[in-house]
């Protein structure tokens, strides 16, 4: 008992309870942590951004214009990343980019642990029940525990509550902290979670303001005004701290290709809905039958008791307040939720989409909630209908380990019969109507893959299922023990605590999806063959989707495809940012920002990286009929500099031939090959014509432009370097190189020598016995600058996508440069 009292003491002290609080963390990323695993679908979509980030970084390149990816593209613009964070900045230069990332992660969970537990502290909860919050909102986001931007956001919501509860006590220093931490979710944060996040603690404010610490009562309280200017200046100093990383994302938001394509009511979309209750109790129930939500809805089976028995408590008007939190948050989380609806309508939450990314508060409210009723339990209330409590999880525990045993034995004798009947069904009454031009064995597979889908939600054998059943066993075991006085109070509160943690730390290492980080250090064979090929172009991944869905998933029937394999297939077909770990040049790119009008045309060419235009991937008719349509666009590919093709679907090689081809993924054994577009047009070139057409606005950015731009684009020429530039109406320089105003005559005879090519700065030596025009083939973005012989020379929008600019005859010195002061120019330009 000494030695129980002593641990009781000593985890009350700062540095321990902070060591408890990250301890969890700490195991479970520990191969993380030492740069020996990665998380599975970051492999495609984020450690490429910090490979690059990195490599530039420590090779002295600059980070700002990523020229591998969408014919150019500057990721720093996105408030998501961090790339512009000093903190980020120094661990990038100086670690290796796995581990910087997963440090990062790891200080990010650790923080937001011990954050809460520091808040429920200063509300004087039991440090039991502080522990307790700190576990359940600390694993809160355990499905999104890769993604380092939703990670780096955690911390701020428990901190910036602290900070709002010290400032209503009369503390000044809390000002400064939030003006920081808010900084700090601008620069390096998901702007989601963070709007969020400043709207659940500007309401926890005006809480403060009207409350009375003593009485329990609201009321005006003139003293306590400083809560509320306190936090305004906060939050103030945060978004001034932080406006240069502000300003980019300004400036590019409007030619984003997010912009204005989902409406109101598709926003509502994506909530959760009544299925979704399910995952209370079973975190991973997510049948393909039901269409619920993305959030898991889960907090751990004692903590679910806790937040129900909470309500029979006596509460104290804070505590009332984050029930409403908590209820607000799952009303702005329904599926078609009003009340979402309404607040989407009310700049800036209009930016905001997917309803369900506000339980991200909610489960933070419950977390308190949770705590505090672990306080209340150490200071003697009775837990009421613990006997009902009890028997319900008891009856839910056999229940359902009764039905999931008979399941599995009924199968083991009878599944192949039952597959054969669901079959045979298929084939008599729906093939002929469905085929599609797919084989009979195409769909049996599919239906193999839905029986297991199904089978695997109530399978014995599934630790995605027996797992989380095995806590409902346990809840029910020590709630028993509890109701019959087995089990004391503080033995109670403890126990809670302990099993919570493996609880939640168990639903994280089962749903965990890793792989061997080696995986990503290993070059594909594509990437090494169009590495040795030396030629300049850009790749296309062409239908990787369908290609998982046909080739893999459909072939693997009964079995499951591992997230290794997924990884195999990402990485062989460079999909999405992969090619970054590579060095390999890819037309795609997995990106928020992307541009409008590069997107309209990546949309031709089957990518499944584009939601916006005339999607050739989203349209309906097999992958051959789209190869087809594909080989009809051969002018767009050419323009848009794609050399290769990387397609698990044949080309006619009369159009594009195979140049190459590996199996992967035995025993699926998928042929990839790439296919070569010999006639893709260099990256800069002489035009060989040259015409012009005018835009309707001053600033070339309508809707009316770009469409119209777009149009003339898919007439371009097949053959030749043949071009079109736009030209501004009220802003045609006056120079006798100006395509605009004089229509120059150009034949694309001259000579061009790349002298410096760097992420953001391109030197050209040219020479041409007549005065020409040089295409630049990377996206004409805000933060290009032009020179000719050290003279500032307009760009021209050419092909409505690229950059473009007249030379004089004779020989010349051409520099492209990308720089932020561009930037900043374009935002005083536009908004001053």
């Known amino acids: 008992m000494l030695v129980i009292k002593n641990f009781d003491q000593l985890v009350q002290k700062k540095w321990c309870a902070f060591t408890m609080c990250a301890l969890p963390f700490f195991i479970l990323l520990f191969p993380f942590l030492i740069g020996s695993a990665v998380f599975v679908g970051l492999d495609t979509r984020q450690y490429p951004f910090y490979f690059f980030y990195n490599d530039s970084l420590t090779s002295g390149n600059s980070f700002l214009w990523n020229p591998l990816n969408y014919s150019g593209f500057p990721i720093f613009v996105s408030i998501t990343g961090g790339f512009l964070f000093p903190i980020f900045f120094v661990l990038f230069k100086f670690l290796p980019y796995i581990e910087a990332y997963h440090w990062i992660v790891f200080l990010s ?82 702007f989601n979670y963070l709007l969020e996040t400043i709207f659940a603690v500007g309401l926890f404010a005006i809480f403060l303001f009207f409350y ?26 945060g978004i001034i701290l932080s406006f240069y990383q502000i300003i980019p994302t300004l400036v590019y938001t409007p030619l984003s290709a997010g912009r204005g394509s989902i409406d109101h009511w598709g926003a509502v979309s994506g909530g959760i809905v009544w299925s979704d209750l399910f995952k209370l109790f079973s975190p991973y129930f997510d049948p393909w039958f039901l269409n619920g939500s993305y959030e898991r809805f889960y907090i751990g089976i004692m903590p679910l008791i806790l937040f129900f028995a909470s309500f029979w408590f006596k509460k104290s008007g804070v505590i009332r307040f984050f029930y409403g939190l908590f209820f607000a948050s799952v009303f702005l989380s329904l599926d078609g939720s009003w009340l979402f609806w309404i607040l989407h309508h009310v700049p800036p939450f209009n930016l905001l989409h997917l309803s369900f990314r506000w339980m991200f508060i909610g489960w933070f409210a419950a977390a308190v909630i949770v705590g505090w009723a672990v306080d209340r339990i150490m200071a003697g209330e009775e837990i009421r209908y613990v006997p009902k409590i009890a028997g319900f999880f008891g009856i839910l525990f056999w229940g359902l380990f009764g039905a999931s045993a008979s399941v599995f034995t009924a199968l083991f004798f009878f599944q192949e019969r039952i597959l054969g009947l669901l079959k045979n069904y298929f084939r ?4 002929a109507a469905t085929s599609g031009g797919f084989s009979l064995e195409h769909y049996y597979n599919y239906i193999d893959r839905l029986f297991l889908q199904t089978k695997n939600l109530i399978d014995i054998t599934n630790p995605m299922f027996f797992m989380p059943l095995i806590f409902v066993g346990v809840g029910w075991y020590v709630l028993s023990r509890f109701r019959d006085g087995t ?45 040795t090929r030396g030629v300049d172009g850009r790749v296309l991944t062409f239908l990787r989707k369908y290609t998982e869905f046909e080739k893999l998933q459909i072939p693997a029937g009964g079995n499951e495809v591992s997230f ?59 992958p051959q009929d789209k190869a087809a349509k594909l080989e009809t666009r051969k002018n767009i590919l050419n323009f848009l500099n794609i050399r290769y093709i990387i397609s698990a679907y044949p080309f006619d090689d009369s159009v594009f031939p195979k140049i190459f081809e590996t199996t992967i993924l035995p025993p699926y054994n998928i042929p990839i090959g790439v296919y070569e577009n010999a006639s893709a047009r260099p990256r800069f070139y002489f035009a060989s014509s040259l015409e012009t057409i005018l835009q309707a606005s001053p600033s070339g950015n309508s809707l009316e432009d770009e469409i119209a731009a777009f149009e003339k684009l898919k007439t371009i020429s097949e053959d030749g370097l043949s071009i079109f530039v ?36 391109s030197v050209l030596k040219t020479s041409s016995q007549t005065p020409q025009f040089l295409v630049f083939s990377e996206n004409n973005l805000p933060g290009w600058k032009a020179y000719i012989d050290n003279r500032e020379t307009p760009i021209y929008t050419t092909g409505s996508v690229y950059m473009g600019v007249a030379v004089p005859e004779g020989e010349h010195e051409g520099r492209f440069e990308f720089t932020y002061k561009t930037i900043i120019d374009e935002f005083l330009k536009r908004y001053w």
Not at 488 to 498: A, E, G, N, T
Not at 597 to 615: D, H, K, P, Q
Not at 729 to 744: F, W
């Open 212 to 237: 009375t610490w003593n009485s329990g009562q609201f009321f005006f309280c003139s003293k306590n005004i400083k809560t509320l200017y306190g936090s305004i200046i906060g939050v103030g100093g």
């Open 726 to 761: 736009e030209c501004e109406v009220e802003k045609i320089p006056n120079s006798k190189l100006n395509p605009c105003e004089n229509q120059i005559i150009v034949d694309g005879k001259g000579t061009i020598e790349a002298i410096t090519k760097k992420n953001t700065i």
């Open 109 to 190: 969970l650790a923080l937001s642990s011990y954050g809460t537990f520091i808040f429920l502290r200063k509300l004087n909860v039991h440090y039991l029940g502080c522990f307790m919050a700190a576990y359940v909102f600390g694993f809160s986001q355990w499905i999104w525990v890769g993604d380092v931007v939703i990670m780096v956001t955690m911390p701020l919501l428990p901190l910036s509550f602290l900070w709002i509860l010290e400032l209503s006590r009369g503390k000044n220093y809390p000002i400064f902290l939030l003006a920081l931490g808010i900084a700090y979710g601008i620069l390096a944060g998901m």
């Open 428 to 431: 008599d009454t729906m093939y």
């Open 564 to 622: 290794t394999e997924l990884s195999v297939l990402n990485r062989e077909m460079l999909f999405a940012n992969t090619n970054l770990l590579y060095g390999v040049e890819s037309a795609e790119i997995y990106e928020p920002l992307m541009s409008r009008r590069m997107a309209r045309v990546v949309a031709l060419t089957g990518s499944n990286l584009v939601w916006f235009g005339s999607v050739l991937a989203a349209e309906s008719g097999t």
């Open 487 to 531: 089990i004391d109070r503080l033995m109670f509160s403890r126990l809670i605590v302990i099993i919570t943690v493996f609880n939640l730390s168990a639903v994280w290492f089962v749903y965990s999806r890793s792989i061997d980080a080696g995986v990503l250090k290993t070059k594909p064979a594509i990437a090494g063959f169009i590495e």
